[in-house]
């Protein structure tokens, strides 16, 4: 991104939205996109990159578990105890609900 390379916050975002569009079932893409918004972002991205995790994890479709583990991570460091708290009561509700999707398939095979 020579957004990125600029640290151009605002176009970073619409590169990364526009690319987003077209590779956003992939969690590679997701989290260089992520990390170079919080690398030319300012104090006030913690809403942005907030934002984006939560986009990405209705997209992403290759590595759910590993995005959703990011996002705890991000909270650790950047949020409250509140908003760490929320994330991980989430994931938690996402991993059963792809255990129990993973378990309706193999019965139908």
Request: charged share 25%; glycine share 4%; proline share 1%.
């Amino acid at each position: 991104l020579e957004a990125y390379a600029a640290r151009d916050y605002k176009a970073t975002l619409q590169v990364g939205g526009r690319l987003m569009k077209l590779w956003g079932s992939y969690y590679n893409v997701w989290s260089s996109f992520i990390a170079a918004v919080l690398q030319c972002g300012k104090a006030d991205v913690y809403a942005t990159v907030r934002d984006l995790y939560e986009q990405a994890t209705a997209q992403v479709a290759d590595y759910p578990e590993q995005l959703r583990s990011d996002y705890l991570q991000f909270e650790r460091e950047f949020g409250t105890f509140q908003t760490w708290h929320e994330a991980q009561s989430k994931a938690q509700r996402q991993q059963r609900a792809l255990e129990q999707q993973q378990e309706q398939q193999q019965q139908q095979e």
